[in-house]
């Protein structure tokens, strides 16, 4: 009897550390920089850039962008660039506040190492910013619409850094 309540605790305590494991890993996969992928990196970044709020913008933004967000001087931190975006945005209302934002994706084209395009876009990334972890680029063409109005259709381009995509320009 005693074998079997010992035997109990200890499955219960093991289950217990797994779901803390899991847990732990799922909340570290949703707090870390970046997007699994290159549509959702340029979608949370324009929508954070219409609703002015500075953490998502630098929460998507590779360092090339963060470099151009900071008027091209290379910020300390993203802490820094963070203040530094809030301060601009600290006494205006975004127009687009309450508003359905929609981005919708006509096409992705994945630029492989290696190719034209993925060295002259590697080459401008180095100028002003570590381009050691580029693993890849993304041209994706979309189209941006709040409250059903289309607003905008253009070109942007991701960049994946390790894993992670990022909003690049």
Known sequence: MIKAKKKSVVVLALSVLLLGAAAALVLLTLLRPGASSPELAVQHYEEACML????GMVRYSSDYNRYVLYRSRTPESAGELKRYLKDIYAQQQSVYSGKEIEVRFSGTETIEPGSEDYETLRAEYASVADASDVAAFARLKLTIYADG?????RTDYAVKLGSRWYYYK
């Open 149 to 153: 109005t289309q607003l905008v259709t």
């Open 52 to 55: 002015y709020d500075a953490d």
